[in-house]
C-alpha cells in the first residue's frame, strides 16, 4: 500500500460533538484528528487530515490522493447520498477506499439511509461511533497491503469488488 492516507470529512463534521450528541457522540473533530494521527503513526502512514462543507474541496483533495497515490478514508457526510460529483473523483483513485459513517446510516431515515460512495468503496464501516475512523485506517492499511482484490462479477463497474 502507499504509506500515505487522506482522511477526509464532509460537511457539518466540523460541528462534531455538538450536533446531535444522540447520533454522532461528544467527541469533537479535533479528538477524532488526534486518535487518527495516533494510529496513522503506529502503521507507519503519512496522514493527511481534512474536513470540508465544500464539494469542490473534497473532490480537489481526492484528486490529490490520487496523484500521491494515497488510501482514503472518506466520511462524505452529507454528500453521501447525493454528490455524484465526489463519487466521480473516487472511482479514479486506484488505491483501498474506506467509506465511513459514524452513525449506522442502514437503520437511519430515507434521506441518511443511502451513500452513492459505496459503488467506489472497497469498504464500508458504519454504526461504530467515532472508533470507526480507527477501524477504517486499519482497514485501509490491511487492504492496501494484501494488493489488488481479486476481480469478481461485482467488480466488473468500479474495480474494487
Known sequence: MSRKLFVLN???LDMLGEREPHLYGTTTLEEVRADCERVAAELGLELFFGQSNAESQIIDWLHLAYREHAAV?????GFGPRSVAIL???????????ELHISNIHARDEAHRHSLMSAAATA?????????????IRAAERLGSAGPPAASPAAGETGRG
Open 10 to 12: 464532509g460537511p457539518n
Open 73 to 77: 478514508v472518506i466520511n462524505p457526510a
Open 88 to 98: 466521480d473523483a473516487l472511482l479514479i483513485l486506484t488505491t483501498p477506499i474506506v
Open 124 to 136: 464500508v464501516i458504519a454504526g461504530a461511533g467515532v472508533f470507526g475512523y480507527e477501524l477504517a
